[in-house]
């Protein structure tokens, strides 16, 4: 415990600590609030909107996010690519595992067509 505060009052102070396997005369890559920022949103919309919306667009909304985040360019392929992604996982779960997920208007047009 007395280690855990000397340790805390040393970085509010700011000496940063030396990670373990690294040299001390590596430069501290501070974190990426932007990219953190934008990967949780993506999956609390993920959470939010998968019961309103069913599996396959919050997912893709989720995996657009993701990709968006980790610097993908061309926004336009990334959420056709994230459509297909998660209708390929959508049936795979409820065709191959009979594991159902959220269903939407999208799903049911889709099993309906596909019957």
């Not at 415990?1 to 700011?14: D, P």
């Not at 373990?20 to 949103?41: L, Y």
């Not at 909304?61 to 959508?90: C, E, H, P, Q, T």
Request: charged letters at 15%; zero cysteines.
């Amino acid at each position: 415990m007395v280690a855990s505060i000397g340790v805390a009052l040393e970085v509010l102070r700011g000496r940063a600590g030396v990670p373990e396997g690294t040299e001390v005369d590596t430069p501290f890559q501070r974190a990426d609030f932007r990219t953190m920022s934008i990967i949780v949103v993506a999956i609390g919309l993920h959470v939010f909107l998968l019961e309103r919306t069913g599996y396959i667009i919050s997912a893709a909304i989720s995996f657009w996010g993701v990709a968006y985040a980790f610097g993908a360019k061309k926004i336009i392929r990334i959420g056709i690519i994230s459509l297909i992604f998660s209708a390929v996982v959508y049936f795979s779960f409820t065709k191959l595992l009979d594991i159902q997920l959220p269903k939407w208007m999208l799903e049911e047009w889709i099993s309906k067509v596909g019957a």
